[in-house]
């Protein structure tokens, strides 16, 4: 469903993501994990048009967008969300959410009853008259989420819906996320919290500084050395191994 | 609460032109006159400076267009003036468009859309200045002629009824703004641009159309105040009062909102002449307590009076709730 091709982007000096690719099988929940500051949210930014990548393609169901606006790309079925939530932070809940709502409808109260549907699926149901200012973390991530439905994408992108919440929080909104894939929306979400990806993805896929280094099955790839090298530094794979060794 | 907003203003309009009909002194009513010129105007900012996020610092540039097309046309070409009024619209829309077409290419919000859009005014009140086709320096005058399809008339109430009327159906347009997917999308902007991409909104078209619309209403202003005063020159219509007075009465009153375009006018206008009449000989007084208003603004109601009673209700039903 979607392909990216050897991307790459740099920022003056620095090799943000360096010729990495990623693709995204329909149907799937699809993860990308990777340490602090690999470049998976660059990489976001660039499948969903938001930054211009210095090389590699874009494909989205068979055609090339890697030019395309991101409104474009939204319209095309492929929606977002933001690492550091972007509230409308003067709108209440519905009215946040029904400007996603608007892509498939121009009549303003069924935006608006959308949105309420919308806002009870994420469990933001009783605060939509809420402003979104006054959300807390836990509600602005769903906020971004029930936004980006509201669009009714093909393709969802999540960058870290999770982080920040605590581990009610978070056991309550992986059913959520399951349910969303189970609704026929492709899910591509970046998460560092490994529960979430062990519970949710089919497939996840490694950066780390720039580049894939792995990707497959999740329980596979976070046995793999280069993985474990690439979170906890230089020789920690062995040092496991010796110390699994010892105690065992 | 919105449609009782909107009920408020339309009444507020029909007491003011009941007044009128009633019988008002003649500079009370040139006051309510230039009140609502004032009011068109800073409706016109709004949709675009309050709504959109858009701060304009040169909607001289719009409502010049309109005063001189108004002016020009009659004059020059013989046109009847209320094609002459349509042709000011559409005239300030189209600079509204070029504006906006360059500022929104080029990304440019905040302080740099501010900046742009004053040299733009300042340019065209320099070319309109030294241009004979726009009179130069001299200005230009509107021939008197009474009737309604020259658009004078002798009893001066009749204008300001025909005033109260555009006024109501700026009213209305906002209200329709405030509803439709195209306001939803132009709020969005505002409140975060990037998110509303991210959301399929065009953010370019968007603006783009908030712009004309903008800059139409204000060039509407524009072609009746040339219309009431019957002579304009560079510095009256593109000069940047009026600039000034737009972006001041929308963000005193309450800027992005249905009303506070109107209430922001009615306010400075009406101070702006009780102290006139109180400090007597000391000019610039007004524009004194001008600037304290817009200092108690910021500091205290920065959402604008009409912001700032929303605000009260909003605690009010908060304590309610918590009690
Ligand atoms: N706009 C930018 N300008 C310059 N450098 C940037 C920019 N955006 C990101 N970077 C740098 O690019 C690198 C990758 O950042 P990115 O945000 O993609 O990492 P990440 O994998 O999402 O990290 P995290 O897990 O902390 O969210 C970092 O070193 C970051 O400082
Ligand atoms: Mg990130």
Redesign the interface.
Known sequence: MLKAQNLTKRFSGLLAVDNASIEVQQGSITGLIGPNGAGKTTLFAMIAGFLPPNGGSVTFEGEDITQEKPHLRARRGLARTFQIVQPFAGLNVRDNIAVGAYLHTKDPDEAKRQASLTAEKVGLGRELDKLASGLTIAGRKRLELARALATRPKLLLLDEVLAGLNPSEIRDVLPIIRQIRDEGVTILMIEHIMQAVMNLCDTVHVLSQGKMIASGEPRIVCNDPAVIEAYLGHGAAERIRSEGKANA | MKKAELLCALAFLIVLGLLALVGLPGNILNLFIFMMIITLTAQGWNLLGGYGGLSSFGHAAFFGTGAYAMTVLQTSFGINAWVALVCGVALGALVGAFIGFLSFRAGLKGSYFALITLAFAEVLRILANSWDFTGGAAGMMIKLQNGFAYLQFSDRRYFFLILLVFVALALFLSRWLE???FG??L??LR??D??????????FRVKMQAITLSAGLTALAGCLYAQNFLFIDANVAYGSWISIEALFAAIVGGAGTLIGPLIGAVLLLGLGEVTKSFSGGIAGLDLVVFGIILVLCVAFAPNGIRGFFANLKRRRSAAAEAA
């Open positions: 509803r439709s997917a939803a999308y709020i969005a409140e975060n990037q998110a509303a991409q991210a959301l399929g909104v065009d953010i």
